[in-house]
């Protein structure tokens, strides 16, 4: 099993830019879970999704932050326009259905930073 | 207030000894704890999960559960340098991890 799979690993940008990350989960997970990480704040979720339907999105910080999931192999984090703010380390993490699931496995994170 | 609460360390333990971390939590609708492990610049990955009052073993490491007091714990037996990491506590209310800020573990060799 390839575990789940983020990209790019690195990300570097300008103030102002669209970036896009990309995350495909553990084959046959119903359960994606987009984290943020940075030395302030810890590892914060910032939504997840069911089945592919966002279920919770209550720790997006704004507008300037969307995500999707398409189908249930891929789903990807947008930051528009981006901020400096914004550098931080990206986890998705991905679960099975339960009664198999409430384990969350997490990709090896993109790094961005915002210029 | 953080939901949940760690002392964010560093803890330092001699090569050999326990290691004890500790972890609170103020959500009593939490319903399983999670203990992971990561190493620096790397993804934090599962030690391991408890959801029943009481201890659960896995080799050389012991989770600890007291719902009444609030109270997670993680003890690591016969410390290893390779357990030098940061330990991130998290509580899981309807499939959401609420994560600590992590305790930092350094083992002295």
């Known amino acids: 099993d390839a575990g789940v799979i983020q990209s790019p690993r690195h990300e570097v940008t300008e103030m102002g830019q669209e970036v896009t990350l990309r995350c495909k989960p553990i084959?046959?997970?119903?359960?994606l879970f987009w984290y943020r990480q940075t030395m302030m704040r810890g590892l914060e979720l910032l939504i997840y999704f069911n089945n592919n339907v966002p279920i919770d999105d209550s720790g997006m910080p704004e507008d300037r932050f969307s995500a999707k999931m398409p189908n249930a192999s891929f789903s990807t984090l947008k930051i528009q326009p981006s901020e400096p703010r914004d550098s931080a380390v990206y986890f998705c993490?991905?679960?099975?259905?339960?009664?198999?699931?409430?384990?969350?496995?997490f990709g090896a994170g993109t790094r961005l930073s915002v210029l | 207030q953080k939901e949940v609460e760690q002392n964010s360390g560093p803890l330092s333990v001699p090569e050999g000894a326990i290691a004890s971390l500790n972890c609170t939590y103020s959500?009593?609708?939490?319903?399983?704890f999670f203990w992971y492990r990561q190493y620096s610049g790397k993804s934090p990955e599962l030690i391991m999960f408890i959801y029943s009052n009481g201890d659960k073993e896995d080799g050389r490491f012991t989770a600890q559960l007291n719902k009444a007091s609030q109270y997670v714990s993680l003890l690591i037996r016969d410390s290893q340098p390779s357990d030098s990491a940061t330990y991130l506590c998290?509580?899981?209310?309807?499939?959401?991890?609420?994560f600590g800020t992590g305790t930092r573990l350094t083992i002295i060799p």
């Open positions: 998290a509580g899981e209310v309807n499939e959401k991890l609420t």
């Open positions: 084959s046959g997970h119903n359960s």
């Open positions: 993490a991905s679960s099975a259905p339960r009664p198999l699931g409430h384990i969350q496995y």
């Open positions: 959500d009593r609708g939490s319903q399983s």
